[in-house]
């Protein structure tokens, strides 16, 4: 499909590095059933560009462009305490000359902290302009407008980039990752069998949906959701897919069976430490020496990990594990990680 028609900017040269783990392999087969689990691979996109990478880098190469492309001077987004997109959108922001503001939502009460660290440290080491702290439950578009206004009334121009970069022009970036990937498996030979990746604000679930059917890439896709079970997560993967298929112009209607997640993995609530988390970011860390995160990429590799457990996969399947980065924000997670911590889940 041709990309070349949407303004992009770029923060990361060459493709992320698509790798097989043998010893993570080894070690959950280990802890399967028989002793017969897949071949797990990982892409590395938390090697993406923007002090430190992940998905988000491949959204905001299109929405910094679009807003560019608008005259704005300022971003505008919106996360929650640990937002790994606000860190990402502020980063490309610099990059970019153009000021930053963010809304956060407390969406645990009383978890904004101005002085935590993690992702809240770099807030304020990359200068943030501004952060705007509000209860969970708000309007966040319409407390981004608010801020917008705010800033037109001194003659500046914001441009509001949606919570996890997730709408049609942002789903372009894992359309742009569809087809990196459709490339690599050609020139490395891999065939891969599923897919697992997580689901979130769904831009990026739902743009490799797209640049899959869209390239005719016919590899099952099984998205791991971070905050959500099924019911409610798939009809917003399945909008994004559409989303994006429309403005890409393909002219297809995807059918709401394409989209396939589980969720149980994100309890006991978004961003809230669990044991098989836990298990997740220790397993890969002293396996591989490569960093999870406890929000999302823990909780989705320990998705991963639970269907090798019940033999979803195929004996010696390939499973390719989307890394979609996140890891700054263990710094703000560090003994719950380390299992120091009673985790109740
Ligand atoms: C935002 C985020 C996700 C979820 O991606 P969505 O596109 O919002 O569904 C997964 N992993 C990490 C590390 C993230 O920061």
Sequence with gaps: MDLSRFPRRRYTQG??????????????????PDGSGPNVWIKRDDMLGLTPGGNKTRKLEFLAADALAHGADTLITCGAPQSNHCRATLSAAIKEGMKCRFVIEERVPNSYKVDASGN????????????????????????????????????RKGYIVP????????????????QELQQQFFEQGVQ??????????????????????????????IGIGVSRDPVDQNPLVHKEAQAVADL?????????????????WWRPKYSVPNQAMVEAVQMLARTEAILLDPVYTGKIMAGLIGL????YFGKDENVLFIHTGGATSLHAYEAEVLGLKDLTV
Excluded: W
């Design 308 to 311: 090798a457990r019940q033999a």
């Design 15 to 32: 493709p992320t590095p698509l790798e097989f783990l043998p010893h993570f392999t080894k070690a959950l087969r280990a802890t399967c």
């Design 163 to 178: 919570g996890g970069g997730s709408n049609a022009i942002g789903g372009l970036g894992y359309v742009a990752c569809a």
């Design 248 to 264: 890409l112009g393909l002219n297809m209607t995807i059918s709401p069976e394409a989209v396939l997640s589980f969720g149980d």
């Design 120 to 155: 809240n440290f770099l807030f304020r080491l990359l200068g943030v302009e501004a952060i705007t702290v509000v209860p969970a439950g708000t309007n966040m578009l319409e407390a981004m407008q608010k801020v917008a206004s705010d800033l037109a009334a001194v003659g």
């Design 192 to 221: 891969i069998d599923k897919i697992v990746v997580g689901s979130g604000s769904s831009g990026t679930h739902g743009g490799l949906l797209a640049g899959f059917l869209g390239n005719h890439i016919n590899i099952p896709l």
